[in-house]
Structure formats: structure tokens, C-alpha cells
């Protein structure tokens, strides 16, 4: 026998949908111009050659050409040092 008498769903307590952040287009592949490269929160990819960081820290292809990764190392105002990946599109 229930113990529960004629109780309801609610539609709180759920997670939030996914965001689908992340690259979109790997090392090697081609891009045009205005293509989304990566989606990120914050800044965990640099912008590099003819690519354009939108508002939502969106990185766009800004000419037509091929994706390349590297990575680039910066003296940070500590004098520590930092490794950085950077996207560009050549």
C-alpha cells in the first residue's frame, strides 16, 4: 500500500540544459571567415592569427584558412610564467 497520497512532479530541483562549449573545429581543419572555433566561458584559449574574440569569450575565424593550435608562454606580473593556448587560423 502507498504511503503517498495523490502527489505531484514538480519541475524544479533539474539540471540546467548543456551550454556545448568547447572547439568546434580541430588543428588542421578548414575555416571561413566568421566560423565559430571555440566556445569557452572565460579566457582558456587565446586568439590568435586572424581570429576575432566575441562578447561571450567566443573565438571566430576571422579570414578563410586552416587551424592551427600552439601554445605560447607568458612572464606574468609576478615574473612567473604561464603556458597559454592560442588558436589561429592561417
Known amino acids: 500500500m502507498a504511503h ?3 502527489g505531484s512532479t514538480t519541475r524544479l ?3 540546467s540544459e548543456a551550454k556545448r562549449l568547447g572547439i568546434k573545429l580541430f588543428d ?3 575555416a571561413r571567415a566568421g566560423m565559430v572555433l571555440v566556445r569557452q566561458r572565460g579566457s582558456k584559449w587565446l586568439a590568435g592569427k586572424n ?3 566575441g562578447g561571450d569569450d567566443t573565438l571566430y575565424a576571422g579570414k578563410d584558412g586552416t587551424i592551427k593550435f600552439t ?3 607568458r ?3 609576478d615574473n612567473s610564467r604561464k603556458t597559454f593556448k592560442v588558436v589561429n587560423v592561417i
Open 4 to 6: 503517498t497520497k495523490a
Open 13 to 15: 530541483g533539474r539540471e
Open 28 to 30: 588542421g581543419e578548414k
Open 51 to 53: 581570429v576575432r574574440k
Open 71 to 73: 601554445k605560447k608562454t
Open 75 to 77: 612572464v606574468r606580473f
